[in-house]
């Protein structure tokens, strides 16, 4: 399984004080068009497909940016997983195809914007063999159970009600959503929320997040992308921004 980063994100995308930082509400973009990454991508491939690939680049650094500090430039689950480009596509709203043809050009030599790292598929553990001091609590009384474990939810809660566009009554909507993490990760509510948005552009007929998440509307079924159509080959060149 390959796990996608874009190249030199913390020395390109920020700064000194950003990467203090557990969550950015801004980045840092390269001014110019005279980069050999640019000149590359431009230069080297068919328009429509360069411009398909920047605009591709463009999302996938928007929602890198919105990631913790510690992954922040790389694409993957809350469990340390590597998102598919399934899931990618999804959270940027963008064409299955598109995407991994857009990944294809970015990471050729001539423009070295990202890359991809093999990495082994995480086994996900079944519920009922919890380790010990895996960071469930059981107490009595006041500050039962918080803890490292309640932060990390509160963060996903907060991740996953961010990703939908209909933002209102959002203390129903954190705790529908606080709820639903007991059965499923942020990463597969956020693709659900993404699926919806796509399938309900205009906002005045989309339901508000609050009604959204206490009425399990993620429990609607996804349906999968379009499969990518075939690559045509590339070359090596520089790299750069």
């Known amino acids: 399984m390959k796990m996608y980063s874009i190249n030199r994100w913390s020395e390109v995308f920020e700064n ?15 001014s110019g068009c005279d980069s050999s990454g640019y000149l590359g991508l431009m230069s080297e491939f068919e328009p429509a497909e360069a ?18 500090k510690d992954v922040r430039g790389t694409f993957q689950n809350t469990d340390g997983s590597a998102m598919t480009t399934r899931r990618l ?15 294809e050009i970015l990471m050729d030599q001539r423009v070295g914007w990202v890359s991809a790292t093999d990495v082994p598929a995480i086994c996900q553990q079944s519920a009922s063999d919890v380790p010990q001091n895996s ?19 509160s963060d996903d809660a907060e991740r996953v009600w961010s990703s939908y566009p209909k933002k209102t009554d959002k203390p129903m ?7 639903a993490l007991k059965t499923y990760t942020a990463d597969e509510l956020i693709e659900r929320v993404v699926y919806y948005a796509q399938n309900n552009t205009e906002t005045k007929y989309q339901k508000g997040g609050g009604r959204w998440f206490r009425d399990k509307r993620y429990e609607d079924e996804v349906k999968p992308t379009q499969q ?12 750069g921004y």
């Open 228 to 239: 990518p159509s075939s690559l045509p080959k590339s070359l090596p060149n520089p790299r």
């Open 173 to 179: 909507g954190i705790k529908a959503i606080r709820k």
């Open 16 to 30: 000194a004080d950003s990467r203090k930082r557990q969550r950015l509400g801004l980045y840092y973009m390269p």
């Open 135 to 153: 960071g469930f609590v059981q107490g009595e009384g006041e500050g039962e159970g918080e803890g490292e474990d309640n932060t990390t939810a």
């Open 51 to 68: 411009w398909q690939a920047y605009g591709i680049f463009v999302a996938l650094c928007q929602h890198t940016a919105t990631m913790t």
């Open 89 to 103: 596509a999804l959270i940027v709203r963008a064409d299955l195809g598109i995407l991994e043809r857009s990944l």
